[in-house]
């Protein structure tokens, strides 16, 4: 991508009609740390959101990186403060995350099987195109929740060999420009839309009817999988379903299904 073009879509003047609460910064480390350093500094209005073409120390999961170069992905931080949700259910809006993800990409992409993996990527045919990071702040009770999507990156600027892009799996090569502020723009609406039902359902996600929608867009079920388990431990089984509570549930070779809360999940079928 050139310089003009990263300029040219540094505008997102779609998503910024749309979202008001939308800042665009040229460049920052990591726009889930700046979103939360603001909130810790003082209370920031419910959907306010930070989006660049450029992190320099974009963050992954339990320390990991996100890497893109400078115009290959955007990323979005929104703060979201749902204040009809317990504590302990906020944790799910990761994938409420995923789920708009998989939509903003799903519209670029209308031939590609696009899935969730439970809990916070988006594949096509297999390979990473999105992540999402959730973060709490303690201090306020807020969540940053983080989104990374690769649009315009090319074959030689993958990060990982598992990774993909919009661009890669586009028929047509895409605007870069306009495909980063149409991507932001529909991950926004749909996004609202996800919180706005989670919330009214005060984060139960039968009464939200999300959990059907999650089920619908999950590629993990069904497949053969290794849950990596934050303990150390580790389970083998297929995923058969999502829990009430956002949990992936794991039929096991002994028969009794294991409700997994949290881990690492690897599809074996793609190893
Ligand atoms: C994630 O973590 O996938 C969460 C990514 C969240 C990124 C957003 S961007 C906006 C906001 N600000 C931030 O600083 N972060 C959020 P995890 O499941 O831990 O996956 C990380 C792993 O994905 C890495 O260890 C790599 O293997 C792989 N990876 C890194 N960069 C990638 C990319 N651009 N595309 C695909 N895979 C990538």
Request: with cysteine; glycine share 12%; net charge negative.
């Amino acid at each position: 991508m050139t310089t003009a073009a990263i300029e040219a879509a540094a505008g997102f003047p779609l998503a910024r009609a749309l979202t008001p609460g939308l800042e665009v910064l040229p460049s920052i480390g990591s726009t889930n740390a700046e979103l939360a350093r603001r909130e810790r500094l003082a209370p920031q209005p419910h959907f306010t959101s930070l989006v660049t073409l450029e992190q320099t120390a974009g963050r992954g999961r339990l320390g990991r990186e996100w890497v893109a170069p400078p115009g290959a992905a955007v990323a979005l931080s929104v703060l979201i403060r749902p204040r009809l949700v317990p504590q302990e259910r906020r944790g799910l809006l990761t994938l409420l995350g995923g789920l708009a993800a998989r939509e903003a990409v799903a519209l670029q992409l209308p031939e590609a099987s696009v899935r969730l993996k439970w809990p916070n990527d988006v594949l096509v045919g297999g390979r990473k195109i999105a992540g999402v990071l959730a973060q709490l702040v303690p201090e306020t009770g807020a969540i940053v929740l983080g989104i990374g999507i690769n649009t315009a990156m090319t074959p030689e600027q993958l990060p990982v060999s598992t990774a993909t892009s919009i661009a890669i799996e586009s028929a047509v090569a895409p605007d870069p420009a306009r495909l980063a502020d149409d991507v932001v723009t529909e991950l926004l609406v749909a996004l609202a839309g996800l919180v706005a039902r989670f919330e009214a359902a005060r984060g139960e996600l039968d009464r939200a009817g999300l959990r059907d929608q999650l089920e619908a867009a999950c590629g993990t079920l069904g497949e053969s999988v290794r849950v990596e388990l934050p303990g150390g431990g580790e389970l083998r089984g297929q995923a058969i379903g999502i829990g009430a509570d956002g949990s992936l549930i794991v039929a096991t070779p002994d028969g009794r299904p294991a409700e997994v809360v949290a881990g690492d999940v690897t599809h074996l079928r793609h190893l």
